[in-house]
């Protein structure tokens, strides 16, 4: 009798099985993982605006607090030359209002348009929700990051708790 080489066809469809029931585990796990990782991104990019708004609002006192990512923000060509109309608080990437799979937007704040501006708030929304996030952020003048697990189309409109 001879000695067979080789692996048989039952023993390759079970290896294929395993490698599929270990694959069908471990794909949640990564998706997770990744809202995860987005969502924090989100708060860390969350809290480099409220810094970035603290500081200009430092820098322009008699402007007050910015309104657009891209009064905070710097030109796309990576040089920046600080003004009031871009201050050169946050990096070029969050200053056109999408990274991480989050969009960014920053507003006036609930006290109105006056001069210098005395409020802002920041919302960021995933772009894809349960994809890229699960969760929509917000936050005022107090610097204190919110969040929200609804889907709600403004995350600020409604009373958030805080990111510890």
């Known amino acids: 009798m001879q000695k067979q080489k080789g692996f048989s066809l039952i023993e390759l469809l079970i290896v294929i099985a395993i490698i599929l029931i270990i694959a069908a585990i471990a794909i949640p796990e990564l998706t997770r993982a990744r809202v995860a990782a987005d969502e924090s991104s989100a708060v860390g990019s969350m809290r480099s605006i409220n810094t970035g708004e603290i500081s200009y609002n430092a820098a322009y006192p008699t402007t007050g607090f910015a309104t657009t990512l891209a009064q905070l923000g710097s030109a796309a060509t990576g040089t ?82 805080p990111i510890q």
């Open 80 to 161: 920046c030359s600080p003004s009031s109309a871009n201050g050169c608080f946050i990096d070029s990437v969050l200053t056109t209002g999408t990274k991480s799979g989050y969009i960014f937007a920053s507003a006036v704040g609930s006290c109105g348009t006056t001069t210098p501006q005395n409020c802002y708030s920041v919302a960021a929304t995933p772009q894809f929700p349960a994809y890229t996030g699960a969760r929509y952020f917000c936050s005022f003048e107090d610097g204190v990051v919110r969040y929200s697990s609804g889907t709600l189309s403004n995350p600020c409109a409604a009373t958030t708790p």
